[in-house]
């Protein structure tokens, strides 16, 4: 039996000739900001390749909805959640000023995100997609990249050449887990949202090199991998404390770790800044009414969706090359975190 030969796609086109997948989609679309002889080189390839685009790439632009989907990942499918209000305010600010409506998508599971793209690609359903929880390799952003779909994300992923604004995680973990290690902790834990996504690498590679930088030997059983939920945090600190790993410090890659943690370590008769010191990610609101209140660091999120509109509007405007902007976090230092007992 013949095996099948597979159809080249625009990636292997875009390899081939040595251009960037927007660039080629751009080219093969008709796009006036594209030289005549890019043009030239990449319609004369795609015919060597024998490559066709399918027919959502072909008659994307056809028509103009006037509309921006921003889709809501699991688990920010709650409307009380800052995070998510503070940016959708920024976002519809800028874009009701140029024309456009902002339309709000929610999935429950990667699966499902996928699913909602493809049916917003495909049927016309809108002219650009906003969403986050970015992961290293992120089949939403191959499938977005492929067909010359518009889109910018809150997050990144281990290619990083697509459109994306960001807190700088690195920087963001360097920095707590400095403070700690000033504070003079030497056995400081890092209780990781879920691997699954980029922004926990960055965090986790901003603290293993504070340590590394302060001599400090990394010990992996310091280092534990939350769920999402109100009682992760907690879980990891009293397998942390009954396992004998004993840590003086925590640093938690978002607040509902971190105030998790501080409840249990409360329970283990440990006082949080005093036996303990914690520090979060997120700066929610109830983070300022913990008890203590817990370090945290905070982040314009109306600035981000500011910014983030411009980015798609830039992108339906023509501009071509990756937009990118990585956005300082700022401590905010409360009573969570003290010196080492």
Not at 116 to 131: C, G, K, P, Y
Not at 310 to 327: I, W, Y
Request: aromatic residues 8%; proline residues 5%.
């Amino acid at each position: 039996m013949t095996e099948a030969v597979r159809r080249p796609g625009i990636r292997d086109l875009a390899a081939h000739v040595g251009l960037s997948v927007s660039t080629v989609s751009r080219a093969l679309n008709g796009y006036a900001d594209v030289n005549a002889d890019t043009r030239r080189k990449v319609e004369e390839a795609a015919e060597r390749l024998g490559y066709r685009a399918s027919f959502a790439a072909a008659t994307l632009r056809s028509a103009q909805t006037q509309t921006v989907t921003f889709m809501v990942s699991k688990p920010w499918t709650k409307f009380v959640d800052p995070f998510y209000l503070g940016l959708l305010d920024g976002v519809e600010l800028v874009l009701q000023a140029q024309g456009y409506d902002l339309q709000v998508v929610m999935a429950r599971e990667y699966e499902a995100e996928i699913d909602i793209i493809r049916r917003t690609v495909e049927r016309h359903r809108s002219d650009a997609l906003l969403f986050g929880r970015t992961r290293p390799e992120d089949e939403r952003i191959d499938y977005l990249q492929a067909r010359g779909f518009p889109f910018v994300t809150v997050g990144q992923t281990l290619r990083n050449d697509h459109d994306w604004i960001d807190r700088d995680g690195v920087g963001l973990g360097r920095q707590a887990t400095e403070r700690l290690i000033r504070f003079g902790h030497t056995r400081i834990a890092y209780l990781s949202p879920p691997l699954r996504y980029t922004y926990s690498h960055h965090a986790r590679q901003g603290y293993r090199a504070a340590l590394a930088a302060a001599g400090l030997s990394f010990d992996p059983t310091l280092e534990i991998e939350c769920y999402l939920s109100r009682r992760t945090g907690g879980e990891a600190l009293t397998h942390l404390i009954t396992s004998g790993a004993e840590p003086t410090a925590l640093f938690c890659g978002n607040d509902m770790i971190a105030l998790s943690a501080m409840e249990a370590a409360r329970a283990l008769g440990l006082r949080p800044g005093h036996d303990i010191s914690v520090i979060g990610c997120d700066d929610m609101p109830i983070a300022a009414l913990g008890d203590p209140a817990l370090t945290s660091f905070t982040q314009d999120l109306d600035a981000v969706g500011m910014r983030m509109a411009r980015m798609v509007l830039a992108k339906l405007g023509g501009a071509t090359e990756p937009l990118q902007d990585l956005v300082e976090a700022r401590l905010i230092p409360r009573e969570s975190d003290g010196p080492a007992p």
